[in-house]
């Protein structure tokens, strides 16, 4: 079956009005871009959770995908006109229908970590089976290997785990720095999201790599101390919990922060310097991976 995409520009004010009109009138999706991405008035809007900025970029693209019945294009001036705004001159394009999981797979390889670390996804074969491979697939969870935040966490972890110590992974995702620590040799292992879904995405995947790890979810408070404490998160967030996740680590044991852009790196330190002896402990493409070392 084939679809039908009807894209417009529109200002930052009515962005997501406009976006909702097209979802009344029948659009089964509406994605939303930069009008001017790749150009010099390109506009980075994302920004933490609690942070002040933008809601939409100045001129935003919408693209909202129809089915090729009742007319799309009246149907998009609908929505302009629900929301008291002139349509621009509107055109078409089909789109055909296609193996979208196939598609998908292709865009998701083996991700290579280090020498001996690899992420492979469950459709792929291990490039190099005498490697520790991770098996994980995209989903909804953050943490699949190609960020440079998760990686640089992984590579701390080869470089630094020892044999049984016990690891607390908050704000877990993928549970993939968990089922990493596991697989490495760690002794105990926990796993900690407050969202449902990262919590039952982080079960699934430890199953699938054999990997015994404890999951918690937001109704249970994890025990503590632990010899490492992996907080792969946001700046915000890393501000608002830094007393509790300084009061999970154990004297002399080691705290590693990311999710740091490389100008908040300092002010983060500064702020855990309160418990930890901090430093950065690598950076990459821009973001910043923290270690702390607990006084005791």
């Known amino acids: 079956m084939a679809w039908v995409s009807v894209s417009v520009e529109v200002d930052a004010a009515n962005a997501e009005a ?3 009109a097209l979802l009344a009138q029948g659009a089964l999706a509406v994605d939303a871009a930069d009008a001017d991405a790749d150009t010099s008035a390109e ?9 002040a900025g933008q809601d939409a970029w100045p001129r935003t693209r919408l693209s909202a995908l129809f089915d090729p019945e009742p007319a799309p294009l009246e149907r998009v001036r609908a929505a302009f006109a629900a929301i008291g705004v002139q349509p621009p001159p509107l055109s078409q394009t089909m789109v055909a229908d296609a193996d979208w999981v196939a598609l998908t ?7 290579r970590i ?18 520790l491979n991770l098996r994980l697939d995209p989903g ?3 943490g699949t290997g190609g960020h440079p935040t998760t990686a640089q966490c992984l590579r701390w972890l080869e470089q630094h785990l020892q044999p049984g110590q016990h690891v607390l992974d908050y704000g877990c995702g993928s549970g993939i720095l968990a089922i990493a620590a596991k697989q490495m040799g760690a002794g105990q292992v926990v796993a900690v999201d407050i ?3 990262a919590v ?8 699938a790599n054999a990997a015994m790890i404890e999951v918690v ?4 408070t994890p025990d503590g101390p632990y010899d490492i404490v992996l907080a792969n998160i946001l700046a915000n967030p890393l501000r608002v919990l830094a007393p509790l996740l300084a009061s999970y680590v154990r004297g002399g044991g080691a705290l590693v922060l990311a999710g740091v852009l490389d100008e908040q790196a300092e002010e983060l330190m500064q702020l855990y310097r309160a418990w930890c002896d901090m430093r950065i402990a690598s950076s990459q493409e821009g973001w910043a991976c923290l270690e702390g070392i607990r006084r005791r």
């Open 200 to 207: 039952e995405a982080c079960r699934a995947n430890a199953a």
């Open 140 to 142: 909804l969870a953050f």
């Open 18 to 20: 406009l976006a909702e």
């Open 105 to 111: 797979q292709q865009q998701f390889g083996p991700i």
């Open 195 to 197: 969202d449902p879904v």
């Open 114 to 131: 280090s020498e001996r670390l690899w992420i492979v996804p469950s459709w792929s074969q291990a490039p190099d089976p005498r490697a």
């Open 217 to 220: 979810g937001p109704d249970r």
């Open 43 to 51: 506009v980075a809007i994302f920004r933490e959770p609690g942070a």
